[in-house]
């Protein structure tokens, strides 16, 4: 009869008698699990509805987007968990499923929308600055060349996409229409010297603060 006892009731039981308590017990094949269901929120950023310039040509295939403007043109594919819909000069963004990953993708592809039709009608632009003693740049033909306190200039090609332009051989303007192509060039024109922390020299963003540090104290007499 012992043997027709689960462990959990033998446990009960001992735990039952040790502390004088009488404690029930209860069949592991009772037991239920209940899911509850997760409820995606719409994304603030995703639901905001997208302004089409009257000069901005816009091109819808399935899943495929052309973006055409005086400045340029750009396309974007599309995953299925997204939905666009096009209403005269106006364009939504929406979810097509309620999943997780597609509120996930909602705001995402909204913002990557909407810089698409602003970079071909207005364009961007990220400026740079050079700090330090004999630190400057020159733009010669198609190339960008940086003297940075290294024995050898750094000379960088610019894109067919983008234009520099150089203000008082330490000013570094970056412009075009597409965004991710302008941060990542100018990302690699700050890899090459990223401002130090103690007397701020080196490359850095216009709009960038560089948090300092306190240098080592001499030894005191």
């Given amino acids: ?45 995703g639901k905001q509805p997208i302004e089409v310039p009257s000069n901005v040509v ?17 396309a974007l594919s599309y995953p299925r968990e997204i939905a666009i819909d096009r209403q005269e000069s106006v364009l939504k963004i929406s979810k097509a499923v309620e999943t997780r990953r597609a509120n996930q993708m909602h705001g995402l592809f909204r913002t990557l929308t909407s810089n698409m039709v602003v970079g071909v009608s207005k364009g961007f632009e990220k400026k740079l600055q ?6 400057r ?3 010669e033909g198609k190339e960008l060349i940086l003297s940075l306190g290294f024995s050898h200039p750094v000379k960088m090609t610019i894109p067919d ?29 700050r890899k090459w ?29």
């Fill in 1 to 45: 009869m012992a043997a027709s006892f689960s462990t959990s009731q033998l446990g009960s039981a001992f735990l039952g008698e040790r502390n004088g308590i009488c404690v029930s017990s209860v069949p592991v094949s009772h037991l239920s699990f209940r899911r509850k269901t997760v409820e995606c929120k719409e994304s603030r950023i």
């Fill in 130 to 135: 050079l700090i330090g003693v004999g630190y």
């Fill in 137 to 139: 740049a020159t733009v």
């Fill in 161 to 189: 996409d983008l234009k520099v332009k150089v203000e008082e051989n330490t000013r570094i303007t970056v412009s075009g229409y597409d965004k991710s192509n302008i941060g990542q060039f100018a990302a690699s024109i």
């Fill in 193 to 221: 010297r990223p401002p130090e922390p103690y007397k701020g020299k080196g490359v850095k963003y216009a709009d960038e603060i560089v948090r300092r540090k306190e240098g080592k104290a001499g030894k005191k007499k």
């Fill in 58 to 74: 816009i091109t819808l295939e399935g899943q495929d987007m052309k973006v055409k403007g005086p400045l340029g043109e750009l």
